[in-house]
């Protein structure tokens, strides 16, 4: 069965601080994994895109990596800011002949000052 | 240039009743997929539409249909609406239609079902 599992579930910490978030997925044949960022009442946005062939992605203090061995992947979120606050989803799409997305239940974190 | 847009942003209804939601995708994209969240949860695949046609589906009843019109946009319904509908309604736009081809949620609309 084709699963997305992330975790923690919820995770609170300092601004200023750095965190890291797991996706651990069953998803087959893979074709790709993103991470997303959701704020709350909001739709979610792409922060990374990652194919079989790679390993690590960053988007700014975002970086994302991919042992698709394993099939797992982390969001490591450097230096953190209160605007952090949000939904962090992992996706992972199959490469089948149609459209197979299979999205995470999310991680929700907290930057507190 | 404006990006995927959702209407009505909320919505109230009662047990029964159907409703009509709408999308219109960003400028250049032309396959438009529909998502439901319920709260806490990760967006859960409705469909798909490129070329005006329901194009993959996920695991939704059929009184959740959908149309994509010429230019691109595209509508929800949800017939004999259940209070388990209760959820946001997101809409997506991507340039394609491949597994590679990024895609850029609107807001959603937030359906409560009474």
């Known amino acids: 069965k084709n699963q997305v599992e992330q975790s923690p579930q919820s995770l609170i910490i300092l601004e200023g601080k750095n965190c890291t978030l797991q996706?651990?997925?069953?998803?087959?044949?893979?074709?790709?994994l993103r991470w997303y960022k959701q704020d709350t009442g909001r739709g979610p946005v792409s922060l990374t895109i990652?194919?079989?062939?790679?390993n690590t992605k960053s988007n700014g203090r975002y970086t994302a990596t991919l042992d698709a061995d394993t099939k797992q992947s982390s969001l490591h979120i450097t230096a953190s800011q209160l605007s952090d606050s949000a939904s962090y989803i992992c996706v992972v799409s199959a490469n089948t002949g149609g459209f197979k997305t299979i999205f995470g239940a999310g991680t929700r974190l907290f930057v507190k000052a | 240039d404006a990006g995927v847009t959702q209407s009505p942003t909320h919505l109230i209804k009662t047990r029964g009743q159907q409703v009509t939601l709408r999308c219109s995708p960003k400028?250049?994209?032309?396959?438009v997929s529909w998502y439901q969240q319920a709260l806490g949860q990760g967006p859960q695949f409705i469909f798909q539409y490129y070329e005006e046609e329901e194009r993959q589906r996920g695991n939704f009843p059929d009184r959740f249909s959908g149309h994509q019109f010429p230019n691109y946009s595209s509508e929800l319904n949800v017939n004999a609406l259940l209070l388990g509908d209760s959820a946001l309604y997101l809409c997506?736009?991507?340039?394609?239609?491949?597994?590679?081809?990024?895609?850029?949620f609107g807001p959603g609309t937030r359906l409560t079902v009474l």
């Open positions: 990652m194919t079989f062939s790679e």
């Open positions: 996706c651990n997925y069953t998803v087959s044949p893979f074709s790709n």
């Open positions: 997506a736009s991507s340039p394609g239609h491949g597994p590679t081809d990024t895609q850029y």
């Open positions: 400028s250049g994209h032309d396959t």
